[in-house]
């Protein structure tokens, strides 16, 4: 499961000042797994805890929400031609009925 | 899948999965077609040549499982094999440099953004549309794959035979581009950042 890949949160290092600071590019790479439902529970509640204290990640966050969410809702909407799925079965079935 | 795993279905049981499991994905697929293609026939065309195939290789398909992701697998083979020679794309992607962003200073430049949530929320769908269409292919289909179609990362990666740490470096950075092409058209717009 890829959430592995950041499962064990690089909260202690030695690079960090503070393990009460979050580190930045670890949030980089949660945000997408968050926006997308796909973080641990443990990636989840990190994640928070640094967007609440943290500006340009919240605006970040929040833009990233809006655009999936406003391409989902006006991207989806494509209409289907009404004969497709009968051509398709009459082409497919013809050609068993053939073999 | 090896013999021994192909399913050996009656002709009854073919016709029954294609109708309860293939056909009811047709919607996706079209607007997916439709979204690689940029084109009614072609679309038409690649949705049909998708499910002449998924019909075909039926035994290969195991009941119950994800019809719809192993569909789009067809369907995006299809497309490179058949249709993009077609239609002469241009150049693919360089991803050694998308796979290595991750670890690049780009990161942080990553972090800044001059669009806000009430500058996107007034955008109408055309906008949304013609940013997404405007991406290159590969970086389209995972926003597609993703936003629209709800896929997760694994089933993404099954989809297009990539690892789920390439999934991710691409999605993330098809992000990027879209949201610099909406700030594009943010500011081209006069909209108040």
């Not at chain 2, 499982?65 to 299809?78: G, V």
């Not at chain 2, 290595?100 to 055309?126: C, H, P």
């Not at chain 2, 936003?147 to 297009?160: Q, S």
């Amino acid at each position: 499961m890829e959430s592995n890949s950041t499962g064990s949160l690089n909260t202690g290092g030695s690079d960090k000042k503070d393990s009460n600071q979050p580190d930045h590019s670890e949030c980089l790479k949660l945000l997408h797994l968050v926006l997308d439902d796909e973080a641990t529970a443990e990636q989840k509640d990190y994640f928070d805890k640094h967007v609440c204290n943290c500006m340009p990640y919240y605006e970040i966050y929040h833009v990233d929400k809006a655009i999936k969410s406003l391409v989902k809702n006006t991207c989806c909407g494509k209409n289907v031609p009404a004969d497709l799925a009968d051509a398709i079965k009459e082409q497919i079935f013809r050609g068993t009925d053939k073999a | 899948m090896s013999d021994s795993q192909r399913q050996n279905y009656s002709q009854k049981e073919k016709e029954s999965i294609f109708d309860k499991e293939f056909l009811p994905h047709i919607g996706p697929m079209y607007n997916f077609a439709y979204r690689l293609t940029f084109d009614d026939d072609d679309a038409k065309d690649l949705v049909q040549d998708t499910y002449l195939k998924a019909y075909r290789f039926i035994t290969s398909f195991e009941q119950g499982t994800n019809a719809k992701a192993w569909l789009f697998r067809i369907m995006k083979n299809s497309f490179i094999n058949d249709f993009r020679k077609k239609s002469k794309q241009p150049a693919k992607v360089d991803y050694q440099e998308v796979e290595t962003f991750y670890n690049s200073d780009d990161v942080d430049k990553a972090i800044t953004t001059d669009l806000r949530v009430e500058t996107v929320q007034d955008m109408i769908g055309d906008e949304i549309s013609n940013a997404l269409n405007s991406l290159d292919v590969d970086f389209r289909t995972v926003i597609i794959l993703c936003d629209l179609e709800g896929f997760k990362y694994d089933e993404m990666a099954k989809i297009l035979d990539i690892p789920i740490g390439t999934v991710r470096s691409r999605l993330h950075r098809a992000r990027n581009l879209l949201k610099e092409k909406l700030s594009d058209y943010a500011n081209k717009m006069g909209y108040k950042n």
